[in-house]
């Protein structure tokens, strides 16, 4: 700044010392461009400053973010650590927990339409009772939340056309 305002005090003397109105004409119009150059960079410099605050503001607003992720982060893991304890496959008419009644392919439960995966009853002992089932060509699809095991249940139509007892 402090060269272009000496540009300026020059051009300022040289005009008042020369008597030719054409070349004073000339030095106002490169005192004008310089005035119009130092307001530009003005107008720079204060939005460089606006976007420094900006930035800052960023900067604070991402360390906010990071430190809600560690929490989050943290309190997931206490639930994980929460749910280990919980058992997932609590069947829900209890009171018939040994009696499981095998109609093919499935076992159920005195009272219970609900059927139970055969997989986990017969391989680990736990009643998992599969959730609604899919629709297929073929029949019902069933699968098993906790052993992935898939059943197709063929409808009767099925069954009857390809000779297949119930």
């Known amino acids: 700044m402090g060269a272009i305002k000496d540009v300026v005090d020059l051009a300022t003397q040289l005009s008042e010392s020369v008597q030719d109105r054409r070349f004073t004409s000339d030095l106002f119009k490169i005192i004008q461009l310089v005035n119009t150059i130092q ?34 982060n943290q309190q997931i893991s206490n639930l994980k650590n929460q749910a280990g304890d919980i058992p997932l496959d609590i069947p829900r008419n209890a009171h018939s927990l040994l009696s499981l009644k095998f109609k093919t392919p499935f076992y159920y439960a005195d009272g219970d339409p609900t059927p139970f995966c055969p997989t986990c009853w017969e391989v680990n002992k736990k009643q998992i009772h599969f959730p609604s089932p899919l629709s297929s060509g073929v029949g019902p699809e069933y699968t098993c939340p906790n052993c992935k095991n898939i059943i197709i249940h063929p409808r009767n139509e099925y069954r009857e056309s390809k000779g297949i007892s119930a």
């Not at 720079?44 to 606006?50: F, G, Q, S």
């Not at 605050?53 to 604070?60: F, H, P, T, V, Y």
């Open 39 to 72: 307001s530009e960079q003005a107008s720079l410099t204060e939005k460089n400053i606006e976007l420094m605050s900006e930035n800052a503001d960023l900067k604070q607003s991402i360390s906010v973010f990071k430190s809600d992720i560690a929490i989050l």
